[in-house]
């Protein structure tokens, strides 16, 4: 039987917790994380098509006991990004931690790939969470010394290619790049900055991908741990992270693949 997390044993309490592309996947699962840790959350999440789901999250974070605002917007837009600070402060007053997690990835082959397709996915991508990590870190600027911890939720892409991924892989490997530099530019300011890089996890985004039941088993078969990665599998990381548990930790990427990345078979 599963024992209730109790109070003490919560990683994140009181802190104010920012994540983007909050309404499904591994977004969803880092929200409730966050608030079964005791945080409170701004949920990001598209705009009105994804209001219901999101309003779904706020249910399941307040169950958990946290307090929720919603923030929807085109995560590409720096208006979007300074909408979910603003909406920060003045519903809780500050920022602790943010998870950049919004992002798309739309499978096309190379060739015939259009130039409007590979700039939406840069602008997603990588483009939203370069303006998302500025405005976040410009509040937390302020809070010093307390600080912050910023989580840019990257991807295996960043290490290995894909033939129906060349728009992808590279903002991934981006995104683990401006962590870094990050890292660099705002340790002096108390702000940690780190990211994950999830493997196969099943999510909306490749649900088509992973219904051909052959390349599914071949996918598992590579897989020393045994299975495909589900949300939580990333959102417990992503709230280590997120905690004083780290709080040496900076500049630091984690994959959390299953161990496909050192898989051979």
């Known amino acids: 039987m599963a024992t209730q997390q109790t109070a003490t044993s919560r990683l994140l309490p009181g802190k104010v917790v920012v994540v983007t592309g909050s309404s499904q996947g591994i977004g969803r699962a880092i929200a409730i994380a966050a608030a079964k840790n005791g945080a409170n959350l701004v949920l990001h999440h598209l705009g009105e098509a994804t209001a219901a789901d999101v309003a779904e999250v706020q249910d399941r974070v307040h169950e958990a006991g946290g307090k929720t605002v919603a923030v929807g917007g085109d995560i590409s837009s720096p208006a979007t990004a300074t909408a979910i600070v603003d909406a920060a402060v003045s519903t809780f ?3 602790d931690v943010l998870v950049s997690n919004a992002g798309i990835c739309p499978f096309h082959a190379f060739l015939d790939l259009p130039h409007d397709l590979w700039k939406r996915v840069q602008d997603v991508n990588l483009n939203g969470a370069f303006y998302a990590v500025q405005a976040v870190a410009n509040q937390m600027a302020t809070q010093v010394p307390q600080g912050g911890s910023i ?9 290995m290619g894909g033939a129906e991924q060349t728009h992808y892989t590279p903002t ?3 995104v683990k790049s401006l962590m870094e530099s990050c890292a660099i530019a705002l340790g002096p300011m108390g702000i940690r900055c780190n990211s994950v890089l999830p493997g196969t996890i099943e999510t909306a985004i490749n649900k088509e991908d992973l219904a051909n039941p052959v390349k599914r088993a071949d996918m598992v078969r590579r897989m020393p741990i045994g299975r495909l990665g589900e949300p939580d599998d990333i959102a417990q990381p992503v709230i280590f992270f997120a905690s004083d548990m780290a709080k040496y930790c900076t500049g630091a990427s984690l994959l959390v693949d299953g161990g496909a990345a050192i898989s051979l078979q």
Do not use: L, Q
């Open 151 to 159: 989580i840019a939720i990257s991807s295996i892409s960043a290490i």
């Open 172 to 174: 991934k490997a981006a």
């Open 93 to 95: 007053g500050r920022i």
